[in-house]
Structure formats: structure tokens, C-alpha cells
């Protein structure tokens, strides 16, 4: 199952609302997850099952879903969200990740 | 604390072996399907293998055939031998513990490197 993650980089600005795509190539049950990753860190889970707020997250990220199209979205985006989010798929082996979006700031 | 802890990276030769391992702690690694996940330097990330609780194994179609996930309960560890080394093989590899009930990787270790060069 492929993954098409768009854009693949974004520029903002503090306080903007930023939203991320990732289509899949098939239906994926909602079994997706979106990752954010810091340089020369490890991947932090923010968003499971397409929707739902990972324990800790703020409550400005959210993650919604239309068919094999999902998103993820930061209402309002605060400097410690400059960083690259990836989609991950769970539905069917071989898992997949999307391309990643770099997230700088404007 | 639950953590994970990869070592056994280093500089190998295309066509060689290397082995990674990834020791667990504050969790039960064999309670969890446990995955290897790499990542190119400036690249995505890519999923690698996953071994589940009751040992079964997958691949993506890069690895398939070369690289054997296992884990030793004793040592509560992962491992993975990756054999017939590749320049493209050239990344960070981690663990990551898969957490079912949420259909997500929620805890990552730090990665070790694995450079493939003559």
C-alpha cells in the first residue's frame, strides 16, 4: 500500500492552522498514524487510528479521515511544531510510512 | 522506565553481515509485535520487519531473503541479522514496540548506524 504524503514541505508562520494529506492507494480500515519527528530524534506518535489524540499531545493537533484521504491538522501552530510528520499505515504487511512533510517556519 | 536501546551498528563492507541488537526494558518485548523501522540520512522513514508475539515475521520486499528478525526472551531483546549487505542498506536503524490496542509504534529507540562502504 502506497502512501502520497503532501506537501512535502511547508512554510508557516507562528499561529497559523497548517493541514497535512496522505492518500492511500487503498482502503486502509482507518489503521493510520501520524508521526512527528525533530532532527537527529526519534519519531513521536501524535494521532492513532486516523483521529485519535495520542495521551500528552496537545489538543491542537487533530487527525481526521474521508475514504482512503486523511489529514492531519495543527490549529495553531506553535514554535515546538517546526519538524518533519510522517503518516504510517497498520493496515496490511508491508507497512508503509508516507514521504514526510518538513514543517519551517515562514 | 520503558525504553529501548539499539547498538551493533557500525562500518561493513557491501556483501557482509552485521547484527543489530535492541535490549528492552521497563516492558515485556515478547508481549508485543516489535518492529525494525531505518531511515536514510535526509530521507524518509522505511519499515524493515516485524516479529509478532507468537514469533511470526514479515519483510519488506527491499530485505526479504537477506535480514532475520528474532528476539531472545531471557535477554528481553531484539535482534536483527542482516545479511548480503547493500550501499542502499546505508541508515539509522530502530526499534519500535508495536502497541496494537492503538495500531501505532508508541515508543522508539534512538537508532544505531549502519554504513555500507568499501
Known amino acids: 500500500i502506497q502512501l502520497t504524503q503532501s506537501p512535502s514541505f511547508l512554510s508557516a508562520s507562528v499561529g497559523d492552522r497548517v493541514t497535512i494529506t496522505c492518500r492511500a492507494s487503498q482502503g486502509i480500515s482507518s489503521y493510520l498514524a501520524w508521526y512527528q519527528q525533530k532532527p537527529g530524534k526519534a519519531p513521536n506518535l501524535l494521532i492513532y487510528t486516523a483521529s485519535t489524540l495520542q495521551s500528552g499531545v496537545p489538543s491542537r493537533f487533530s487527525g481526521g479521515e474521508s475514504g482512503t484521504e486523511f489529514t492531519l491538522t495543527i490549529s495553531s501552530l506553535q514554535p515546538e511544531d517546526f519538524a518533519t510528520y510522517y503518516c504510517q499505515q497498520l493496515n496490511t504487511y508491508a507497512l508503509t510510512f508516507g514521504g514526510g512533510t518538513k514543517v519551517e517556519i515562514k | 522506565e520503558v525504553q529501548l536501546v539499539e547498538s551493533g551498528g557500525g562500518l561493513v563492507q557491501p556483501g557482509g553481515s552485521l547484527r543489530l541488537s535492541c535490549a528492552a526494558s521497563g516492558f515485556t518485548l515478547s508481549s508485543y509485535d516489535m518492529h525494525w523501522v531505518r531511515q536514510a540520512t535526509g530521507k524518509g522513514l522505511e519499515w524493515v520487519s516485524v516479529?509478532?508475539?507468537?514469533?511470526?515475521?514479515h519483510y519488506s520486499g527491499s530485505v526479504k531473503g537477506r535480514f532475520t528478525i528474532s528476539r531472545e526472551n531471557a535477554k528481553n531483546s531484539l535482534y536483527l541479522q542482516m545479511n548480503t549487505l547493500r550501499a542502499e542498506d546505508t541508515a539509522v536503524y530502530s526499534c519500535?514496540?508495536?502497541?496494537?490496542?492503538?495500531?501505532?509504534?508508541?515508543?522508539w529507540g534512538q537508532g544505531t548506524m549502519v554504513t555500507v562502504s568499501s
Open positions: 519500535a514496540r508495536g502497541n496494537w490496542g492503538l495500531h501505532a509504534f508508541d515508543i
Open positions: 516479529i509478532g508475539t507468537a514469533g511470526d515475521t
